[in-house]
Protein backbone atom coordinates (compact mmCIF):
# COMPACT_ATOMS: atom_id res chain seq x y z
CA UNK A 1 0.00 0.00 0.00
CA UNK A 2 1.21 3.41 -0.83
CA UNK A 3 2.26 5.84 1.77
CA UNK A 4 2.79 9.10 1.86
CA UNK A 5 5.60 11.29 4.57
CA UNK A 6 5.51 14.71 5.54
CA UNK A 7 9.11 15.61 6.86
CA UNK A 8 8.07 18.66 8.91
CA UNK A 9 5.74 18.75 11.98
CA UNK A 10 5.55 22.47 12.22
CA UNK A 11 6.77 25.24 10.45
CA UNK A 12 7.60 28.69 11.80
CA UNK A 13 8.77 31.36 9.37
CA UNK A 14 8.58 35.15 8.87
CA UNK A 15 6.92 36.92 6.53
CA UNK A 16 8.95 37.28 3.22
CA UNK A 17 10.99 34.27 4.16
CA UNK A 18 10.74 30.95 1.85
CA UNK A 19 9.16 27.97 2.26
CA UNK A 20 9.82 24.49 1.60
CA UNK A 21 7.48 21.41 2.45
CA UNK A 22 9.09 17.88 1.73
CA UNK A 23 6.94 15.44 0.99
CA UNK A 24 7.72 11.98 0.09
CA UNK A 25 5.23 9.19 -0.89
CA UNK A 26 6.41 5.17 -1.25
CA UNK A 27 4.86 3.45 -4.21
CA UNK A 28 7.38 2.82 -7.62
CA UNK A 29 4.14 3.10 -10.38
CA UNK A 30 1.82 5.65 -11.99
CA UNK A 31 0.57 8.37 -9.54
CA UNK A 32 -0.81 11.49 -9.37
CA UNK A 33 -0.01 14.10 -6.67
CA UNK A 34 -1.39 16.67 -4.71
CA UNK A 35 -0.84 19.21 -2.60
CA UNK A 36 -4.10 20.64 -0.32
CA UNK A 37 -4.04 23.52 1.83
CA UNK A 38 -6.51 23.55 5.08
CA UNK A 39 -6.64 27.49 6.25
CA UNK A 40 -7.80 27.50 10.05
CA UNK A 41 -11.79 26.58 10.58
CA UNK A 42 -12.05 25.82 6.46
CA UNK A 43 -11.89 22.76 4.61
CA UNK A 44 -9.46 21.17 2.10
CA UNK A 45 -8.83 23.01 -1.12
CA UNK A 46 -6.57 22.07 -3.93
CA UNK A 47 -3.33 24.15 -4.15
CA UNK A 48 -1.86 21.93 -7.01
CA UNK A 49 -1.14 18.76 -8.71
CA UNK A 50 0.60 16.83 -10.77
CA UNK A 51 -1.00 14.40 -13.23
CA UNK A 52 1.78 14.36 -15.97
CA UNK A 53 4.17 15.99 -18.59
CA UNK A 54 6.18 19.38 -16.63
CA UNK A 55 7.48 17.77 -13.44
CA UNK A 56 7.08 22.07 -11.85
CA UNK A 57 3.88 22.69 -11.19
CA UNK A 58 2.48 25.95 -10.15
CA UNK A 59 -0.71 26.52 -8.39
CA UNK A 60 -2.31 29.04 -6.70
CA UNK A 61 -1.28 31.66 -4.44
CA UNK A 62 2.18 31.50 -6.29
CA UNK A 63 3.30 28.17 -5.10
CA UNK A 64 4.48 25.32 -6.78
CA UNK A 65 5.99 21.66 -6.40
CA UNK A 66 8.40 19.96 -7.88
CA UNK A 67 7.95 15.99 -9.30
CA UNK A 68 11.07 14.05 -8.85
CA UNK A 69 10.40 10.58 -9.93
CA UNK A 70 13.55 9.06 -8.98
CA UNK A 71 13.68 10.48 -5.46
CA UNK A 72 9.78 9.67 -4.84
CA UNK A 73 9.34 13.24 -3.71
CA UNK A 74 6.93 16.45 -4.40
CA UNK A 75 8.27 18.82 -2.41
CA UNK A 76 6.31 22.45 -2.18
CA UNK A 77 7.39 25.95 -2.63
CA UNK A 78 7.10 29.29 -2.41
CA UNK A 79 9.66 31.90 -2.76
CA UNK A 80 8.17 34.28 -0.27
CA UNK A 81 5.44 33.66 2.48
CA UNK A 82 2.56 35.57 3.79
CA UNK A 83 0.96 36.07 7.17
CA UNK A 84 -2.01 34.76 4.98
CA UNK A 85 -0.57 31.34 4.26
CA UNK A 86 -0.40 30.84 7.60
CA UNK A 87 -2.40 27.11 7.13
CA UNK A 88 -2.35 23.57 7.42
CA UNK A 89 -0.83 21.78 4.10
CA UNK A 90 -1.19 18.08 3.16
CA UNK A 91 0.47 16.24 0.41
CA UNK A 92 -1.23 13.49 -1.08
CA UNK A 93 -1.04 10.55 -3.87
CA UNK A 94 -2.81 8.65 -6.18
CA UNK A 95 -1.50 5.74 -6.75
CA UNK A 96 -4.02 5.13 -10.17
CA UNK A 97 -1.55 2.84 -11.50
CA UNK A 98 -2.51 0.05 -8.80
CA UNK A 99 -6.25 0.19 -9.72
CA UNK A 100 -6.76 2.37 -6.76
CA UNK A 101 -8.26 5.93 -6.85
CA UNK A 102 -8.40 6.89 -3.27
CA UNK A 103 -6.47 9.62 -1.82
CA UNK A 104 -3.36 8.60 1.08
CA UNK A 105 -2.57 11.68 2.60
CA UNK A 106 0.30 12.86 4.96
CA UNK A 107 0.36 13.88 8.54
CA UNK A 108 0.31 17.28 7.26
CA UNK A 109 2.94 20.46 8.14
CA UNK A 110 1.15 23.17 9.81
CA UNK A 111 2.95 26.76 8.74
CA UNK A 112 3.07 29.59 10.88
CA UNK A 113 3.87 32.70 8.99
CA UNK A 114 5.01 35.76 11.64
CA UNK A 115 4.13 38.73 10.41
CA UNK B 1 -18.16 27.73 -8.03
CA UNK B 2 -20.17 24.60 -7.38
CA UNK B 3 -19.21 23.11 -3.98
CA UNK B 4 -19.61 20.02 -2.14
CA UNK B 5 -21.65 20.13 1.08
CA UNK B 6 -22.36 18.63 4.19
CA UNK B 7 -24.63 18.40 6.95
CA UNK B 8 -24.95 18.87 10.23
CA UNK B 9 -21.35 20.50 10.90
CA UNK B 10 -21.32 19.45 14.11
CA UNK B 11 -23.45 16.35 15.85
CA UNK B 12 -22.77 15.25 19.02
CA UNK B 13 -23.91 11.72 19.84
CA UNK B 14 -23.77 9.13 22.59
CA UNK B 15 -22.09 6.29 22.29
CA UNK B 16 -24.18 3.09 20.83
CA UNK B 17 -26.22 5.82 19.08
CA UNK B 18 -26.34 5.58 15.31
CA UNK B 19 -25.47 8.29 13.56
CA UNK B 20 -26.16 9.37 9.51
CA UNK B 21 -23.66 11.87 8.04
CA UNK B 22 -24.67 13.70 4.82
CA UNK B 23 -22.92 14.85 1.26
CA UNK B 24 -24.60 16.66 -1.25
CA UNK B 25 -21.38 16.31 -3.77
CA UNK B 26 -21.06 18.15 -6.95
CA UNK B 27 -24.33 17.82 -9.28
CA UNK B 28 -22.25 16.26 -12.40
CA UNK B 29 -19.88 13.51 -10.48
CA UNK B 30 -20.04 10.35 -10.58
CA UNK B 31 -17.46 9.06 -8.00
CA UNK B 32 -18.21 9.75 -4.32
CA UNK B 33 -15.19 9.55 -0.73
CA UNK B 34 -15.62 9.45 2.59
CA UNK B 35 -12.40 10.48 4.44
CA UNK B 36 -11.60 11.26 8.51
CA UNK B 37 -9.78 13.27 10.56
CA UNK B 38 -9.05 12.20 13.81
CA UNK B 39 -8.30 15.46 15.76
CA UNK B 40 -4.40 15.89 15.47
CA UNK B 41 -4.26 12.58 12.64
CA UNK B 42 -3.90 12.29 9.16
CA UNK B 43 -6.96 12.37 6.77
CA UNK B 44 -7.67 8.78 5.82
CA UNK B 45 -9.71 7.18 3.64
CA UNK B 46 -12.59 5.00 4.37
CA UNK B 47 -14.40 4.56 1.40
CA UNK B 48 -15.53 5.16 -2.09
CA UNK B 49 -18.95 4.42 -4.39
CA UNK B 50 -19.82 4.49 -7.86
CA UNK B 51 -22.60 3.91 -9.73
CA UNK B 52 -24.40 2.87 -6.27
CA UNK B 53 -21.73 0.10 -5.27
CA UNK B 54 -18.89 0.43 -2.97
CA UNK B 55 -15.83 0.48 -5.43
CA UNK B 56 -12.98 0.61 -2.54
CA UNK B 57 -13.07 0.39 0.95
CA UNK B 58 -10.14 0.97 3.74
CA UNK B 59 -9.79 -1.16 6.84
CA UNK B 60 -11.12 1.57 8.66
CA UNK B 61 -14.66 0.80 6.91
CA UNK B 62 -16.07 -2.34 8.76
CA UNK B 63 -19.42 -3.61 9.26
CA UNK B 64 -20.85 -0.51 11.58
CA UNK B 65 -20.08 1.77 9.02
CA UNK B 66 -22.26 2.02 5.62
CA UNK B 67 -22.84 4.21 2.66
CA UNK B 68 -25.85 5.01 0.38
CA UNK B 69 -27.20 7.71 -2.09
CA UNK B 70 -30.79 7.16 -1.75
CA UNK B 71 -31.55 9.80 -4.11
CA UNK B 72 -30.43 11.61 -6.91
CA UNK B 73 -28.22 14.26 -4.69
CA UNK B 74 -27.47 13.18 -1.27
CA UNK B 75 -24.76 10.86 -0.41
CA UNK B 76 -24.24 9.42 3.16
CA UNK B 77 -22.40 7.32 5.68
CA UNK B 78 -23.87 5.52 8.70
CA UNK B 79 -22.46 4.78 11.59
CA UNK B 80 -24.63 1.80 13.25
CA UNK B 81 -23.42 2.23 16.58
CA UNK B 82 -21.13 5.17 17.46
CA UNK B 83 -17.72 4.28 19.70
CA UNK B 84 -15.33 6.90 20.83
CA UNK B 85 -12.63 6.32 18.74
CA UNK B 86 -15.02 7.31 15.64
CA UNK B 87 -15.15 11.16 17.10
CA UNK B 88 -13.25 12.59 13.96
CA UNK B 89 -13.87 15.11 11.42
CA UNK B 90 -15.31 13.31 8.47
CA UNK B 91 -14.93 14.58 4.74
CA UNK B 92 -16.93 13.62 1.76
CA UNK B 93 -15.81 14.42 -1.60
CA UNK B 94 -16.17 13.84 -5.37
CA UNK B 95 -15.28 13.53 -8.74
CA UNK B 96 -15.92 13.48 -12.30
CA UNK B 97 -13.74 11.27 -13.34
CA UNK B 98 -11.12 9.07 -11.46
CA UNK B 99 -7.57 9.35 -12.68
CA UNK B 100 -7.63 12.55 -14.62
CA UNK B 101 -9.55 14.94 -12.17
CA UNK B 102 -9.25 16.06 -8.84
CA UNK B 103 -11.42 15.44 -6.35
CA UNK B 104 -13.42 18.07 -4.19
CA UNK B 105 -14.00 18.17 -0.14
CA UNK B 106 -16.54 19.54 1.59
CA UNK B 107 -16.50 21.28 4.73
CA UNK B 108 -16.91 18.41 7.04
CA UNK B 109 -18.51 17.05 9.74
CA UNK B 110 -17.21 17.42 13.31
CA UNK B 111 -18.89 14.19 15.29
CA UNK B 112 -18.35 14.12 18.84
CA UNK B 113 -19.52 11.05 20.49
CA UNK B 114 -19.48 11.20 24.53
Known amino acids: AQSVSQHNHHVILSEAASLELGCNYSYGGTVNLFWYVQYPGQHLQLLLK????DPLVKGIKGFEAEFIKSKFSFNLRKPSVQWSDTAEYFC????WGAGSYQLTFGKGTKLSVIP | EPEVTQTPSHQVTQMGQEVILRCVPI?????FYWYRQILGQKVEFLVSFYNNEISEKSEIFDDQFSVERPDGSNFTLKIRSTKLEDSAMYFCASIMVQNTDTQYFGPGTRLTVL
Open chain 1, 50 to 53: YFSG
Open chain 1, 92 to 95: AVNA
Open chain 2, 27 to 31: SNHLY
